[in-house]
């Protein structure tokens, strides 16, 4: 089972993330090249439209950046989430305690990866929104500017 720290987390956390698991749609496994293209273009579209629209467009299922179990999450450097295409109910909420079952502080790990780094792979166990199984998945997360970080991954079943 998943836990947090906060209680805005908390209210969030389990039901959101079944509730990212219980999201439907086709796609094929991915692989970790295309994951980091995804998110490279992600950060092109960044540059192209300013963060607030590309917050906007990452948070859509139509917005160019929700492709079967890829989708864009970004987080400034305290943890609140600025998008998610799997769940834009996280938008606004400080999920830096939410952790996966195995005890990782997933987004924490997320945003010193991407904070400390530059960019880089995190590995954690999150809920797969093709699968609709908590399953192995590596993201790639890319810092842009000084206070965000953003990233998608791909699923290892």
């Known amino acids: 089972m998943f836990q947090t720290t906060t209680k805005t987390a908390a209210a969030l956390g389990l039901a959101g993330l079944m509730l990212a698991a219980s999201w439907s749609v086709a796609g094929a496994a991915r692989s970790a090249d295309e994951t980091k293209a995804f998110v490279e273009r992600a950060v092109a579209h960044i540059k192209d439209v300013g963060e607030e629209k590309a917050f906007a467009d990452f948070s859509r299922p139509n917005g160019g950046f929700v492709d079967g179990e890829l989708y864009m999450f970004c987080y400034a450097s305290d943890g609140v989430n600025k998008a998610h295409g799997a769940n834009p109910s996280f938008v606004g909420k ?3 305690g939410v952790k996966d079952p195995d005890g990782v502080q997933v987004n924490a790990e997320i945003i010193k990866v991407g904070m400390s780094q530059g960019s880089g792979w995190v590995d954690f166990k999150w809920p797969n929104p093709v699968s609709k199984k908590i399953e192995a998945k590596s993201a790639y997360v890319f810092k842009v500017g000084d206070r965000t970080v ?3 991954g ?4």
């Open 94 to 96: 400080n999920l830096l």
């Open 150 to 152: 953003r990233g998608s």
């Open 154 to 157: 791909y699923y290892k079943g």
